[in-house]
């Protein structure tokens, strides 16, 4: 069964430093998503994406965070400058253009900020 | 703006028992509804989904949710736990009925069986 997947699965850095995850949706999947979970809270939803484009975004994801579908296959997420407070577990997740409400989510990165 | 709330961070259940996970939502439209579940080490699964058809929704391992409009509710539930059935719960709602999706999550429950 396709299945989203993410790399790495677990970064540590320092703070201050840029880090790029990434995510591979299933194959005929549009929209794009990624979500996080700080230990012990809810899962947020960061930003969805379409068409190349960002569709929605959260308060959240200001000007450290940026988004990308540099080839056919990848969705990435930048953190440009990393605080202590970014450190958590972040999901990928993608859905069919016919069946949107139906998303799948990654394994998940957990990010340790240090 | 869309708010879950899931009522009891723990539940514990014996294996053969009911298992009740409580939903409230708060939607300014109708909405469509979710639960995922997350087992250790894993991402989140879909167990199922309400979309304005039947109340009544039956997901994969025996779950089903029943959307109750006039209580805000949408509560899971298996007739029977099983051990495997130990995960961390989450219910989800969304808006839109088109496009890109914003999932908004409840602070989830984790369900331990007992044997």
């Known amino acids: 069964e396709p299945e989203v997947t993410q790399t790495p699965s677990h970064q540590v850095t320092q703070m201050g430093q840029e880090v790029i995850l990434r995510c591979v949706p299933i194959s005929n999947h549009l929209y794009f998503y990624w979500y996080r979970q700080i230990l012990g809270q809810k899962v947020e939803f960061l930003v969805s994406?379409?068409?190349?484009?960002?569709?929605?975004k959260s308060e959240i994801f200001d000007d450290q965070f940026s988004v990308e579908r540099p080839d056919g296959s990848n969705f990435t997420l930048k953190i440009r400058s990393t605080k202590l407070e970014d450190s958590a577990m972040y999901f990928c997740?993608?859905?069919?253009?016919?069946?949107?409400?139906?998303?799948?989510f990654g394994p998940g990165t957990r990010l340790l900020v240090l | 703006a869309q708010s879950v709330t899931q009522l009891g961070s723990h539940v514990s259940v014996s294996e053969g028992a009911l298992v009740l996970l409580r939903c409230n939502y708060s939607?300014?439209?109708?909405?469509?509804l979710f639960w995922y579940v997350q087992y250790p080490n894993q991402g989140l699964q879909l167990l199922l989904k309400y979309t304005s058809a039947a109340t009544l929704v039956k997901g994969i391992n025996g779950f089903e949710a029943e959307f109750k409009k006039s209580e805000t509710s949408f509560h899971l539930t298996k007739p029977s736990a099983h051990m495997s059935d130990a995960a961390e719960y989450f219910c989800?709602?969304?808006?839109?009925?088109?496009?890109?999706?914003?999932?908004?999550f409840g602070q989830g429950t984790r369900l331990t069986i007992n044997p």
């Open positions: 994406f379409y068409n190349n484009e960002i569709s929605e």
């Open positions: 939607s300014s439209v109708p909405p469509y």
């Open positions: 989800a709602v969304s808006e839109a009925a088109q496009g890109a999706q914003k999932l908004v």
């Open positions: 997740a993608s859905s069919f253009l016919g069946q949107p409400t139906t998303q799948y």
